[in-house]
């Protein structure tokens, strides 16, 4: 069973940073994508970014140019560089991932991890 784990969460002040860290395991093949979607109070879950295991990525333009993704492919592990952060990032962030076997796809969701930006 793939399980994805989180880390780095927590509680920062606007304009400060966070790094958030998400470890895929239980499964010998390499997500074909990796990324975060986040999910406010009252909010639909939306997407922040993804990468591709070729290092395309994909931003929200609401994070473009403050966040960064990268990947580790070795390990099988994603991160979220959040800089100039805003109280509207206040959100659950979820970390993702897309494992193809064969010809089929699977999605992957981790618990979350709860990141508060206070003004």
């Known amino acids: 069973q793939v399980q994805l784990v989180e880390s780095g969460g927590g509680s920062v002040q606007a304009g400060g940073s966070l790094r958030l860290s998400c470890a895929a395991s239980g499964t010998t093949w390499r997500p074909n994508v990796m990324g975060w979607y986040r999910q406010a109070p009252g909010k639909q879950r939306e997407l922040v970014g993804t990468?591709?295991?070729?290092?395309?990525?994909n931003y929200a333009d609401s994070v473009k140019g403050r966040f960064t993704i990268s990947r580790d492919n070795a390990k099988n592990t994603v991160y979220l560089q959040m800089n100039s952060l805003k109280p509207e990032d206040t959100a659950v962030y979820y970390c993702t991932a897309y494992i193809v076997v064969v010809t089929k796809g699977y999605d992957f969701w981790g618990q979350g991890t709860q990141v508060t930006v206070s003004s």
């Open positions: 990468m591709t295991t070729g290092g395309t990525t």
